[in-house]
């Protein structure tokens, strides 16, 4: 997993298109990310990397960040 394909992913669902410069510990909506937005993160980021994220782990505002993310697919590369 590259942060970088992971800020690609994140920036074509967010309004804010700038997004080599959002710090990882940034929260995600303060760029336009929200609920719905994170659903479909999920999607995505299941289909870009082959592994299947657990149900338990969707819950938006547990991970709000890049960092969040970023961990949230490592857990679930290596389970």
Do not use: H, W
């Amino acid at each position: 997993m590259n942060k970088n394909e992971v800020l690609k992913i994140i920036a074509d669902l967010c309004a804010e298109r700038n997004m080599d410069e959002i710090p990882e510990a940034d929260e995600l909506d303060k760029y336009g990310f929200d609920s719905i937005s994170f659903i479909t993160l999920i999607v995505n980021l299941e289909k870009r990397f082959n592994i299947k994220i657990d149900d338990d782990y969707l819950d938006y505002q547990k991970f709000r960040t890049v960092d969040d993310i970023c961990k949230l697919i490592d857990r679930c590369g290596n389970a």
